[in-house]
């Protein structure tokens, strides 16, 4: 009877036992099952904000390269781009060997771009972003420099003798739209420069007397990181030096590059010198609109061809027009400087110039350009006065 | 003897309807796995599906955005624009004495030229007065899938045909962009 009533009792014990063990693998089960759903919400989140992030970079790019297009053909617009949601992103600019690349600082997106030239500081940390572009003619248009800078990024024009160009880069860079404004200041002394709250500051010395090898950086400047302050002298020869501030002095950076340009107002290549981050991005991107020229003049070449079969076709114009076929280089009436003449030598310097350039060899034979853009500006100004022009 | 076989009997009874309940709770958790799986394949192939579809409609508007800057840059090549001296160039109007050396530059430096037209095919047809049809630049995409044109009417100025004053014709710029 005892051992009868016994075996229920341990049975009961064994089963209630089982239900003890049962509800902790259960409860187990259900932190191991609940760690694991937290977990992959986690990381789904985490990847969503990278996923977000990547996309948000691809689309600024993307649309900045379609802005940057769209700036790149207007000329003489001025175009801004609203960054404020992007103010912790900084923006980067290279140019080697004439591909530019423009990119949010480590992010693998970037836009790669062979034709454009795009003169900006390596680097952008901004709200707003601003871009103009100026055309650039040797004599004829070749194509849009483009400049990219910020508000926050800030330029000191320093000059005594060219003090017509800060009054021409005055009436050049003013804007009803006062947002669009670049942010400038005229000074008398370094002494002046004050970098505020600007993320970077770059002098500009239009006479080349200011900014000088271990010359003290100006001490407001200071505060500055090395890279945030820079500065750009012109030199005599149509020649550009870039500085960079090291410690308390200014270092040199880089050799002086050759500004090729025909002067005047609104002078591209020297706008574009202001603009650029040094004498690498700079002789990079002028490169790019060398090339170019080499292109552009060979059509203006063959425009040349069409207007000397015109007048060899219509040989009774010879009687009245005679300097039109002298200009132009017809055979028989070709005047010593004429159009054929000059335009072929153009094309051989442009050529050598090119492989100069991509040599990286200290090239001279661009600044030669001048004297024969020039050569073909005064021709096709006096075809203008009764013949058909060049351009 | 009868009270050890009620107790053999509801024992058997005990495990006979435990081992059913194991079958029934198994089939349960099969039919729940089973559902479980369909709703994760119908998940994953809905995902798949609107992916596809959002894919082809953002490549569809990147492939606009391109004809439109593709026609832009064609539009203000200082290879084709009409110019006026050192005064600014003439809006939408093509120097047609350019036009036609242009061609030859742009089929001989077709690389060059692809880093600014890409994947496209731009030709010029003259409306009126005649009906010529200069091919610019062809270069199309092997195995193209998506292809949009795009047109824009210009002027076209020609300096040698006119009798003292450059004749201007009327033309259609088409722009087709491949993806």
Known sequence: MTHKQQKPKVFELSHSRKGQVQLTVNWIYIVIAGAVILLFFAGLVVKGKDAAEKNIAEDVVQVMGNVFTGAGVSEKTKNRIETSGLAEFTFQFTCMEGVSTFGIKDKTNSVQDTTQPTFSPEEIKTTRMLLWSLPYKLPYKIVDLLFVTSVNTKYFLIAFDDIDFVNEFDTATDDSDKTMKINWQSITTLEDVDPKGNFQIRIVDLDGIYVKENGDVPVKALTLADDKVTAVTFLSGNLVQYYQKQGTVWSKKGKPVEMVSLGGKRDAAKYAAIFANDGNQYTCNMLKAYKRLGLVNKVYQGKLQDLQSYYTENSQLSLTKAGCYGLAGVEGFAFEQNLKNEMEAYQNKIETCIFESKEGLASTSCQDFVGLANAISNINQELQSECISLY | ?179
């Not at chain 2, 009997?9 to 059913?20: A, C, D, M, Y």
């Not at chain 2, 742009?106 to 060059?112: A, Q, R, W, Y």
């Not at chain 2, 409306?127 to 795009?150: A, H």
């Not at chain 2, 100025?157 to 003292?164: F, T, W």
């Open chain 2, 1 to 179: 003897m009868v009270l050890r076989n009620k107790k053999q009997q509801k024992s058997r009874i005990f495990e006979l309807s435990q081992s059913r309940k194991g079958q029934v709770q198994m089939t349960e958790t099969i039919a729940v796995l089973f559902i479980f799986f369909i709703l994760i394949v119908f998940g994953i192939s809905f995902f798949y599906q609107y992916a596809q579809s959002s894919f082809q409609a953002e490549q569809e508007e990147l492939l606009g955005k391109r004809a439109i800057e593709t026609t832009l840059k064609a539009l203000f090549i200082p290879e084709l624009m009409c110019t006026k001296g050192d005064a600014e160039a003439e809006d939408n109007c093509f120097d047609m004495m350019k036009v036609r050396h242009a061609m030859d530059v742009f089929n001989e430096s077709k690389l060059v030229y692809f880093d600014t037209f890409s994947f496209s095919k731009i030709s010029l047809t003259e409306i009126y007065p005649g009906n010529e049809t200069y091919e610019l630049y062809d270069f199309p995409k092997k195995d193209w899938e998506n292809s949009e044109k795009t047109f824009f009417i210009i002027a076209m100025k020609d300096e040698v045909k006119g009798d003292g004053q450059p004749h201007y014709g009327l033309g259609r710029l088409d722009i087709e962009v491949y993806s």
